[in-house]
T-cell receptor
Framework: NAGVTQTPKFRILKIGQSMTLQCAQDMNHNYMYWYRQDPGMGLKLIYYSVGAGITDKGEVPNGYNVSRSTTEDFPLRLELAAPSQTSVYFC???????????FGSGTRLTVV | GNSVTQMEGPVTLSEEAFLTINCTYTATGYPSLFWYVQYPGEGLQLLLK?????DKGSNKGFEATYRKETTSFHLEKGSVQVSDSAVYFC??????????????FGKGTLLTVNP
């Protein structure tokens, strides 16, 4: 039972480069989320999805894009990396309303 | 809007000490309340939850009671262990309207337990 799998675990990007953070879950959860975690700031919601083909913005979507072509996968795209996007990124999923989240182990991204 | 306020950390305790981490919330409806724990280098894991007023969530010796009158959900443990060292997050999901699958998190409290 893999749960939520995130890749890569670590990445260093140069300013202006692009990359995709991968997230996959094998629990058939409808809801998926991307958060970023900055020191002392808790978790901020970037984007979320309530099902395949449906995505919506969270609190801090600028500079990011997502897609949800399948129930299992929810990749996060950074088009033009900026130092402000240096953070730890967590993907999570949940079965439905008011239920527990299952988190991936995170991607630590540094933009230099 | 919804918000969660946790006590500022870091918190440093000796093994077997009593732990309290305060959490208060603001919500427009009737939220469910959660405590998540993040061990070093890992993602967050659900520690306990409560879905209505006066409910008590408990797990691994930790407890928290949903207090609607004080809008609080304080985390307690009678005797902490070194293995409890982690970051603890209070969170809520607002059960009014159609968006109660989204969580609002507090900033987290770092707990360090020394032997």
């Amino acid at each position: 039972n893999a749960g939520v799998t995130q890749t890569p675990k670590f990445r260093i990007l140069k300013i202006g480069q692009s990359m995709t953070l991968q997230c996959a879950q094998d629990m058939n959860h409808n809801y998926m989320y991307w958060y970023r975690q900055d020191p002392g700031m808790g978790l901020k919601l970037i984007y979320y999805s309530v099902g395949a083909g449906i995505t919506d913005k969270g609190e801090v979507p600028n500079g990011y894009n997502v897609s949800r072509s399948t129930t299992e996968d929810f990749p996060l795209r950074l088009e033009l990396a900026a130092p402000s996007q240096t953070s730890v990124y967590f993907c999570a999923s949940s079965h439905g309303q008011g239920t527990r989240y299952t988190f991936g182990s995170g991607t630590r991204l540094t933009v230099v | 809007g919804n918000s969660v306020t946790q006590m500022e950390g870091p918190v440093t305790l000796s093994e077997e000490a009593f732990l309290t981490i305060n959490c208060t919330y603001t919500a427009t409806g009737y939220p469910s309340l959660f405590w998540y724990v993040q061990y070093p280098g890992e993602g967050l894991q659900l520690l306990l939850k409560a879905t209505k007023a006066d409910d008590k969530g408990s797990n691994k010796g930790f407890e928290a009671t949903y207090r609607k009158e004080t809008t609080s959900f304080h985390l307690e443990k009678g005797s902490v262990q070194v293995s409890d060292s982690a970051v603890y997050f209070c969170a809520l999901s607002d059960n009014s309207g159609g968006s109660n699958y989204k969580l609002t998190f507090g900033k987290g409290t770092l707990l360090t337990v020394n032997p």
